[in-house]
DNA sequence: ACCTGAACACCGTTCAAGT
DNA sequence: ACCTGAACACCGTTCAAGT
């Protein structure tokens, strides 16, 4: 047996997720898959915390981003949906968002690009800001909730057997969204999210927070831009 | 000492929580607050599982909807907000959210609610349903983020001090959120995805999902409606 | 009917001791 | 240097036995 190292231990750990979970996955059974004590583990990491950090680290390192200098709108959609594929992939990854800011390097890169995206595409640094943790927000709240089962309750084929007697509504709405894939979903509040933002562009509010804003880039111009970007489809 | 009802083990249940946190709340603590032996606690709830559940549904409750009576997208934001009011008192309950369909009657309370205002306000069922979840995923992952410390990264305070001098977009933008408490911050996203919503009625995209579609109420009259509903202001 | 004692199969983490 | 054995202080859950 080789000696300890932290990539063996990252991998060992991803292998121990993908075959028993994260419910699985202890410090015991992860020197165990490696063939050493548990203590021995303890040389390489100071505990499960930094375990399951680096294991977020390892995954979202994956994400890929798309060239920048494709349209804006696309740009955001298309870095957010590699995002979700590559987070969703590993189930365990929603609990672990729980666990404090395990959010490093890789995210940063995430978010600087969807930043730049939405200040290229005409939000001032302060809208951008808002909208960047909205979207982020949404990112994590569509993982945790699919993890679920029931988000709303309502939308997850699963859910619509309950008792939904006394609500009519959702009764009713329930099936409509049973032919939609969690990718569609994900899409579809994605792309809400995106329309709103940029209804803002062509139709700015009085200005909030106006400590440090800078002029809208796009805009003047921008007047109009907002049916345009507005109804563009999310590609995908 | 009285005997054991499942009113007393949720009661015990929500001392321990506020005291202790979710990592400090164990069947065994919970026996203890109770004077009884842990073994005692199974005869009235059938494993930790739906100790969580009952929890979860006695804080959801509390719950508040507004007079359906009012505007539409007022109702909403009002039902949202009193939504992330509550459950964001309870840190532990996004811990809960990730360990299966946990919502009850309450949220199907809300949900039926959110279902029939977007409708009111002219979207169709299938609209209506896939906002209804985007809604509900953005609360979710608002309070998951939120809790985490680092939601983007950048926009809790915290996480300003961290690696980011690569990200320059990320360093100069990070401060302007600073200022915005939680609860602005979450109005703020509900607002953005609320104008992309009420932007869809005026200038619907061609019909996905047709099957069960119903004709959108105002969709005639709703043409220049998404000025007005869409700078309205949050309340609160 | 309601509860307890004791046990089973686990955890994360530490630390003196071994090679 | 690197690792092990053994322990500490916990878990959730079960079940025969007590009152």
Redesign the pocket.
């Known amino acids: 047996?080789?000696?300890?190292t932290r990539p063996r231990i990252v991998a060992a750990g991803l292998r121990v997720l993908e075959r028993e979970g994260v419910t699985?996955?202890?410090?015991?059974?992860l020197?165990g898959e490696l063939?050493?004590?548990?203590?021995?583990v303890?040389?390489?990491v100071?505990?499960?915390?930094e375990?399951m950090s680096l294991l977020f680290d390892e995954v979202s390192r994956r994400i890929e981003l798309p060239d920048p200098g494709d349209d804006p709108r696309t740009a955001i959609v298309e870095a957010a949906q590699s995002a979700h594929r590559v987070l969703e992939e590993h189930g365990w990854i929603a609990t672990e968002m729980l666990d404090g800011p395990l959010l490093g390097a890789t995210s940063m890169r995430l978010s600087e690009f969807i930043l730049d995206a939405l200040i290229r595409a005409g939000l001032t640094d302060a809208q951008a800001a808002r909208l960047h943790i909205a979207i982020w927000d949404y990112l994590v709240g569509h993982l945790v909730a699919a993890r679920a089962g029931a988000p709303g309750l309502l939308p997850r084929p699963t859910a619509s057997a309950d008792g939904t007697e006394d609500y009519p509504t959702v009764r009713r709405v329930a099936p409509l969204m049973a032919g939609m894939t969690d990718q569609e979903r994900f899409a579809a509040g994605l792309r809400v999210l995106l329309d709103g933002a940029f209804a803002e562009v062509s139709a700015p509010r009085e200005a909030e927070a106006a400590v440090g804003e800078r002029e809208a880039p796009g805009g003047r111009e921008a007047r109009g831009t907002q049916g345009e970007l507005g109804t563009q489809d999310v590609p995908g």
């Open positions: 047996m080789q000696p300890l699985g996955l202890s410090m015991r059974k020197a063939g050493k004590a548990p203590a021995a303890y040389k390489h100071s505990d499960k915390r375990l």
